[in-house]
Each structure stands twice: as C-alpha cells, then as structure tokens.
C-alpha cells in the first residue's frame, strides 16, 4: 500500500511562506475592495455606437393640404339663423345666398332711424318755409324803408331850393335834413338786420341739412346692415366647415366655416418646432412623394412651441386630387448631405457625455454638430466604434458603473 513520504524540512517551509503570503495579499485586496467607494450604476443604460456615414440636413415633417386661396365666413351681423341654403361640402358660385339671419333689435333700430330722418326732414321743411316767409316779409319792408329814403330825399332837394329862393324858413329845411338822415339810416340798419338774419337762418339750416345726411347715413348703414342678414358667398369654391343650424344664435366674428376657390390650387401647411426658426428661409428645398416643393414662406407667430410655414409645388406641377386636409409626409432639406461621424441622438447626447471604457463610463467632453432625423454630427473628441451613452445619466459624475 502507498503512503505519502514526507517532504523536506525546507521544502516545507517555503510552502508554508507561500500559502501565507497569498492568503495576505487576498485580506489586502478584500481591505481595498471595501474601502473603494462604489460608482454610481446606470439602471437600463442605452449604449449607441459612433459610426461614419452621411449626414443629411433635413427635418421630417407631417403637412397638410389648404388651398392656396380661401375666405373665411366670419359673422359680420348678429341674429338667429333663419334659414340654411346650403350643406357643408357643396360647391357654391359667387354671391350664391348661405344663410339668413332675423334680428328683431335691427328691425326695431331701422324702424326708429327712419323715423328720426322722417322728423328731420319735416323740422327742415319748416325752417325753409318760416325763412321763404322771412325773406318776403324782409323784401316788403326794405322796399317801404326804400321808397320812405327816396322821398325824404326829394323832399330835401325841394325844401333847399325854396330855402334858397326865400320861400321857407330854414327851420324847415333842417326838418327835412333830419327826416332825410333818418330814413337813410333806417334804411340801412334794416339791410344789415336783415342780411344777418339771412346768414344765421343759412347757418341753421345748414347745420340742419347736416344732420339730415348722418341721420340718413345712419339708416343706410343699418339698411346695409339688414341686407347682410342674408349672408352671400364671397368667391366661387367649395364649402368646409359649415355646421350652422336652424335656430342657432350667431354673434359678430362667429367662424362659420370657410370657401375654399378649388380652382386657385394647393399648398402644404407644417408645423415646425420653434428650435428650426432660424433655419426656416425661403426657398428651401423639400421631397414628399408627390414631388418636390419649395418653402414659401414661414410665419413667425410662435403658438405651443411651433410655428407655422407654407410648401409651395413649382408652377404648373401641384398633384391633382388633392383635398383640403390631407395629410402628407415630406423631409425639409437644410443642407446637402455630408460625411461626418454620427450618432443617434438622445436625452444624454450633450457636452459632455459618457463613453464606455470596459464596465464603466466615462466623462468625457465633446463637440456635436447639428441635429437632424434622429441623428448628431460629431465634430471632435468621439471615434468610430466608440459607445456612448445616450439615455439620461443619473447625475454629472465623472464615471459611471454598467
């Protein structure tokens, strides 16, 4: 039967020194272990790869169809609707009657307007004839004063004739001066009297002709007013959004619907984020499946974020069958496309960002680009075949554990 020999003293002592040595250096590590401060852990990290390709400028977009030319039907009188003309979607003509309203506050204003220019008129007619009047009476008694001033005249020139033959007194003939003074100066106070008098009667009736023509305005407005109760069509096209009732109260500015002039064709309508409004200039170029389209114009108003900008088709090329409404997928094209280093864009693709070095991720900072369809350009500081991390990091650490 085998047994085991003993080994050499010295043989054993250097197994002995080994064995200690090794359970040393574990206690070592296991000390260090626990002393090193735990990183902080990424729970269900996204990792993207850097890659080389091509980066394409564009923004994919959702637009829908409007027509190039169309008028809004906005209430421009108040009432209850009376009767409905026509169905929404019908293609209407121009001045093609919509829809009647009744007011009974505008009858009740047009009656009492056109009385108001009824008593008017009559308080004008009267002053016209208390001045014909005036002036008649005037004339009558400017041709006494007249006839009075000649005759006291001549009776002047004869009293100075006796006076100077020595057949009257020259009492009398200072008599007849003083008779001959006054029927001048009757005569005319009488005729600046009477020229003022003429003056104010026209100044009155004047005023009053006055507000005769705004009275009467007045009631032209209202009767305008009463005729647009009968709502027409402005322009020749196809009716949307017309969802009016019998019955219905209408106020002034309601949005009743809208006419679209088929015939003017199409453009598409997009929002865009606000972030792209410095960007948005016109004559940008866009692709969509039923041909290419230019960026005409962008209105600036920014409402939730977005603004708004209008795609036109070149001249003589807009698709036919197209409705308002439609929706239609394109891409703005900023640019042309470039080669570049790429990443997909994320919440954590910022500067800096988070590189994986083996089980851990490291701070490392960085310089992007432009953004665009869910992709970055990576100017420096990232290689091909880097991972990064591109959901939001649990804090600003400068490493992080997988």
Same mark, same amino acid.
């Given at each position: 039967m085998d047994r085991a020999l003993p080994l050499p003293p010295r043989r054993l002592r250097w197994r002995r020194w080994a064995l200690g040595l090794g359970v040393l250096a574990g206690l070592l590590l296991l000390g260090w272990a626990l002393r090193r401060p735990a990183l902080p852990r990424v729970e269900a990290p996204q990792l993207a790869t850097v890659r080389a390709g091509e980066f394409r400028d564009e923004l994919a977009l959702r637009a829908r169809v409007e027509p190039l030319?169309?008028?809004?039907?906005?209430?421009?009188?108040?009432?209850?609707?009376?009767?409905?003309?026509?169905?929404?979607?019908?293609?209407?003509?121009?001045g093609a009657p919509l829809y009647r309203l009744v007011s009974p506050e505008q009858e009740q204003q047009l009656l009492q307007r056109s009385a108001e220019v009824a008593q008017q008129l009559a308080n004008v007619s009267?002053?016209?004839?208390?001045?014909?009047? $005036?002036?008649?009476?005037?004339?009558?008694?400017?041709?006494?004063?007249?006839?009075?001033?000649?005759?006291?005249?001549l009776d002047l020139a004869r009293q100075r004739e006796l006076a100077v033959a020595g057949f009257v007194a020259p009492a009398a003939l200072e008599q007849a001066q003083r008779r001959e003074q006054l029927a001048s100066r009757l005569l005319a106070q009488a005729m600046q009297d009477q020229q003022a008098e003429a003056e104010t009667r026209a100044r009155s009736l004047s005023?009053?002709?006055?507000?005769?023509?705004?009275?009467?305005?007045?009631?032209?407005?209202?009767?305008?007013?009463?005729?647009?109760?009968?709502?027409?069509? /402005?322009?020749?096209?196809?009716?949307?959004?017309?969802?009016l009732q019998l019955g219905a109260s209408v106020r002034v500015g309601d949005r009743l619907g809208r006419i679209d002039d088929s015939g003017g064709g199409t453009q598409l309508v997009a929002d865009v984020d606000e972030y792209y409004l410095a960007r948005l200039q016109p004559g940008l170029q866009a692709h969509s499946p039923l041909g290419?389209?230019?960026? +005409?114009?962008?209105?600036?108003?920014?409402? &939730?974020?977005?603004?708004?900008?209008?795609?036109?088709?070149?001249? &003589?090329?807009?698709?036919?069958?197209?409705?308002?409404?439609?929706?239609?997928?394109?891409?703005?094209?900023?640019?042309?496309?470039?080669?570049?280093?790429?990443?997909?864009? &994320?919440?954590?693709?910022?500067? /800096?960002?988070?590189?994986?070095?083996?089980?851990?991720?490291?701070?490392? +900072?960085?310089?992007?680009?432009?953004?665009?369809?869910?992709?970055?350009?990576?100017?420096?500081?990232?290689?091909?075949?880097?991972?990064?991390?591109? $959901?939001?990091?649990?804090?600003?650490?400068?490493?992080? &554990?997988?």
């Open positions: 030319r169309s008028v809004q039907l906005d209430a421009s009188e108040a009432g209850r609707v009376e009767a409905v003309l026509v169905r929404d979607g019908e293609q209407v003509a121009a009267v002053q016209r004839s208390a001045q014909a009047a $005036s002036l008649a009476q005037n004339r009558r008694e400017l041709a006494q004063l007249q006839s009075e001033a000649q005759q006291a005249a005023e009053m002709d006055q507000a005769v023509q705004r009275l009467q305005q007045g009631l032209r407005l209202l009767e305008r007013a009463q005729a647009r109760l009968l709502q027409r069509a /402005p322009l020749a096209g196809q009716l949307s959004g017309f969802t290419p389209l230019t960026l +005409a114009q962008t209105l600036p108003q920014v409402q &939730g974020g977005k603004v708004r900008v209008l795609l036109h088709w070149p001249t &003589g090329q807009a698709p036919a069958g197209l409705r308002p409404g439609q929706a239609v997928e394109l891409s703005l094209r900023f640019s042309a496309p470039a080669p570049a280093l790429l990443l997909p864009d &994320g919440p954590g693709v910022q500067n /800096p960002l988070y590189v994986r070095e083996g089980d851990t991720l490291q701070r490392r +900072a960085v310089r992007l680009g432009r953004r665009a369809a869910g992709w970055v350009e990576v100017l420096s500081g990232l290689r091909a075949g880097e991972q990064v991390l591109i $959901s939001q990091p649990p804090n600003a650490a400068d490493r992080l &554990g997988l």
